[in-house]
């Protein structure tokens, strides 16, 4: 996932990320909760407990105290504990479970519904087929896959149904929760008026953060 990180906050994260051993440099990516507009400048701004942990994997240090930085996605997490003593929050987080006994009983009707709504999104234009080729091939697990696909597949936008796939933990659910959003997504496409020829914006920018 690429991020340009600018804020001065973030900005002092990076410093200290940068400073951990290359197999602690962990960065949690939380969606802000209701009520944080009037608090977003600060630490006080309330976050969504479930959230995705990543690890840095390459950063680009700018003249002028930006980064470009990308992190990989590792697990799905649950806040315990916060610290915001600081400049930027820093918090406890434990790993958070993934329940596949009612996946693994409907396994080949959900993957392959799966599929099919993948193989539209690229018909669509929502995501190049050679990237949908390296996540399908590259995930090594039936969770990751879901995972990525969330990630790569449903507009940026719609951070309701974003978080709604990543805080299902069972695999089941999220499986069906990633088909329906993508469904819907697809759905909008269509009754969009048909003009000039106008590619879906994709790949994404650079998260503004």
Known sequence: M??????SRYRAMMGHVIEQPAT????????LAEGFEPVYQTLAAPIRSTVCVGRLTEFQRLADGRFNILLAGMWR???TEEDR???FRLACIEELPTDTSAFEAVAQELLASIEL???QMVSAGFVEAHLMQWIVTDSASPSM???RLAFYTLDQADSAARQAVLEAQDLRRRAELLVKSMQNRLAAHRKQP???SKRPDWPPGTSVN
């Open 194 to 196: 048909i003009g000039p």
């Open 2 to 7: 690429p991020l340009h990180v600018f804020e």
């Open 24 to 31: 602690r440099r962990w960065i949690a990516l939380a969606l």
């Open 85 to 87: 003593s600081g400049r």
């Open 145 to 147: 896959l879901i995972d």
């Open 117 to 119: 709504s993948a193989q």
């Open 77 to 79: 997490g649950r806040v």
